[in-house]
């Protein structure tokens, strides 16, 4: 049985590319370029919003452009970022019930950490008790240095901790930790995408999940 499951944000606890793809498209409207649809967001997301932005913008726009972009996006999807997204089917239950068994459940995102903090408590309470956003002094991921801070802070050791998540990002991540890893297939990704970076798991939904972390 894992002790510490550190799972990723957007794609695994919450889906949130309603509000991503909303905000995105809000910029992009704004600055007079085309618009994509909701569907593509799913490959702009996962090294996140300054990489979603330059990956939404049309190819070849210079610095100052993202920089505007940026502006308007965060802007925006503070105001807006709780209009759609949702827990998984499932996920609540899944947190609770780790936590019954002694489970510590944490969240490690590429997501600015005001924005995951909040949009966390918010859909999750506090049965998510250590959390790690983009802007708290650690590389973005696939640099293993938030999950590494949460392992220690937890007090567990490697073998017992787990990372969850729905990229490539989160696999390599985990890998970059020296610690175990489950795709989570509901997300943003394709089975095939996820498998080609060898996870140790890789669970179709919570229930899966739960025999995996629990045994």
């Not at 489970?103 to 909040?118: D, L, Q, T, Y």
């Not at 175990?180 to 179709?204: I, K, Q």
């Amino acid at each position: 049985m894992y002790k510490l499951v550190i799972f990723d944000l957007d794609g695994t606890l919450l889906n949130t590319i309603g509000d991503l793809a909303a905000a995105g498209n809000h910029t992009l409207a704004q600055m007079g370029f085309a618009q994509h649809p909701e569907e593509q967001y799913k490959h702009f997301v996962g090294n996140g919003i300054p990489k979603l932005i330059e990956r939404m913008l049309p190819p070849g726009h210079d610095k100052s452009t993202e920089e505007r972009a940026y502006a308007i996006f965060t802007e925006y999807y503070a105001q807006h970022k709780s209009d759609h997204t949702k827990p998984y089917p499932g996920m609540p239950e899944l947190i609770r019930e780790l936590r019954a068994n002694g489970v510590i459940c944490g969240s490690n995102s590429n997501k600015a950490h005001e924005f995951s903090a909040e949009l966390i408590r918010q859909n999750y309470g506090d049965d998510i008790t250590e959390i790690i956003g983009f802007g708290t002094g650690f590389q973005p991921k696939p640099d293993p240095g938030a999950a590494l801070e949460l392992i220690r802070r937890t007090g567990v050791q490697p073998q017992q901790a787990l990372y969850v998540g729905d990229s490539d990002v989160d696999i390599m991540t985990g890998h970059n930790a020296g610690i175990d890893v489950c795709a989570a297939l509901w997300g943003f990704r394709s089975r095939e995408e996820l498998a080609a970076h060898n996870p140790t798991y890789m669970a179709e939904n919570p229930e899966q999940l739960k025999k995996i972390i629990l045994g």
